[in-house]
Structures are given as structure tokens and as C-alpha cells.
T-cell receptor
């Protein structure tokens, strides 16, 4: 089925470890986004990519890096994980500003 | 700065009863407004959106929302809720950079 695919679905990391969250969409969308969701705080934008080849910081970029590998794929990297990065991470994409976002099913990350 | 407020953290409704979830936004011009639903353990799904035109917007799953400029509101309604509507609902508006600003969410609980 067409949509946004995130891997992995669950991950436990030790403090200081690194990892990359993968996101791919097959809808030919131009823009892609990484959010984190924490209880009572709604969704907070980490990074986004308005088009292939561009990336920009969102509201909470510290401790993260991103790569827009091609039009389909947008990865999020944690270089040195911290317990404060324990969260559920969502990738989303949209074709254009006149459209809503399509979300992936999320990655639940725990940093111990 | 733009903001979106969902005043109710939780709402409990009996199955078959009507529902109204509140959303208030702050933005000078006509905003682009969205409602999303998140079922437990899932990503967010677009219910409906308002860009312009008719202020009563129909969405999926029997939901509708009404844009009221005078009250800076975009409340979500459903005439008769089903147990499957139990979820968290997020209101969002688009800022001048075409990024979404999210409310903190309202968790809907359905009483049998």
C-alpha cells in the first residue's frame, strides 16, 4: 500500500549510542518531516525537507541530524543518544502546501 | 507567534451521543486549518481541512468542522460517536512558512 514507511518500529538504546531512523514514502511527495511526540506536548517538529536536496531545522533540532537521500527517503540520526530523546518519532510527507500530511506509524525509541 | 489551543485534555462521551472538540487558533489572516486523529499506537490520519470557502467542512468518518472567524475557532463535531472513535484528536494550523502548528491534543474516551 502507498504511504510512509518508518523503520524500526521499536528501539532501545543506551545513552551515548547512535542510530538512524529511516523513512520512505512512495507517493511522489515533495516535502518530508520528522516530528517527536511526547505526552502532553503534542507534536514538535525536529527537521524538515521542503524539497529534495534541502533540509531545515524545526522547533527542536538539537541532538539530531537529517539526510534527504533522494525524493523518497528522509532519515533522522541521533549521534549520541540521551534519555531526553526517549519519545515516539513520526515521519510525515506531503505533496504541496495545499495538502495535508501523510504520517508513518511511528518509531518508539527508549534511551536508557 | 501563532498558536493552536485545544482547551480540553480529555473528553468523555457516551456511545451514540454527540461530540464537539474545541480548537482555537491565533492568526491574523485566514488560516489553513486541519484536524487529525491518532488511534493508539498509530500515526496521525487527516480527518478534514479548511483553506477557504464554505465554513462548514465535511471530513471522513462522519466528522465535520466549522470555521468561525469571529471566535477564532475550528471546532470538530460528530452527531453520534461510536466506540471506534476513541482516539486522540489534534487540531493544527499552517503558519506563514507553510509549516503546521499543532495543538496539544484532546483524548476522546467513549463510555459504553
Amino acid at each position: 500500500n502507498a504511504g510512509v514507511t518508518q523503520t524500526p518500529k521499536f528501539q532501545v538504546l543506551k545513552t551515548g549510542q547512535s542510530m538512524t531512523l529511516q523513512c520512505a514514502q512512495d507517493m511522489n511527495h515533495n516535502s518530508m518531516y520528522w516530528y517527536r511526540q511526547d505526552p502532553g506536548m503534542g507534536l514538535r517538529l525536529i527537521y524538515y525537507s521542503a524539497s529534495e536536496g534541502t533540509t531545515d531545522k524545526g522547533e527542536v533540532p538539537n541532538g539530531y541530524n537529517v539526510s534527504r537521500l533522494n525524493k523518497r527517503e528522509f532519515s533522522l540520526r541521533l549521534e549520541s543518544a540521551a534519555p531526553s530523546q526517549t519519545s515516539v518519532y513520526f515521519c510525515a510527507s506531503r505533496f504541496d502546501t495545499a495538502y495535508g500530511y501523510t504520517f508513518g506509524s511511528g518509531t518508539r525509541l527508549t534511551v536508557v | 507567534a501563532q498558536s493552536v489551543t485545544q482547551p480540553d485534555i480529555h473528553i468523555t462521551v457516551s456511545e451514540g451521543a454527540s461530540l464537539e472538540l474545541r480548537c482555537n487558533y491565533s492568526y491574523g489572516a485566514t488560516p489553513y486549518l486541519f484536524w487529525y486523529v491518532q488511534s493508539p499506537g498509530q500515526g496521525l490520519q487527516l480527518l478534514l481541512k479548511y483553506f477557504s470557502g464554505d465554513t462548514l467542512v465535511q471530513g471522513i468518518k462522519g466528522f465535520e468542522a466549522e470555521f468561525k472567524r469571529s471566535q477564532s475557532s475550528f471546532n470538530l463535531r460528530k452527531p453520534s460517536v461510536h466506540w471506534s472513535d476513541a482516539a486522540e484528536y489534534f487540531c493544527a494550523s499552517m503558519d506563514s512558512n507553510y509549516q503546521l502548528i499543532w495543538g496539544a491534543g484532546t483524548k476522546l474516551i467513549i463510555k459504553p
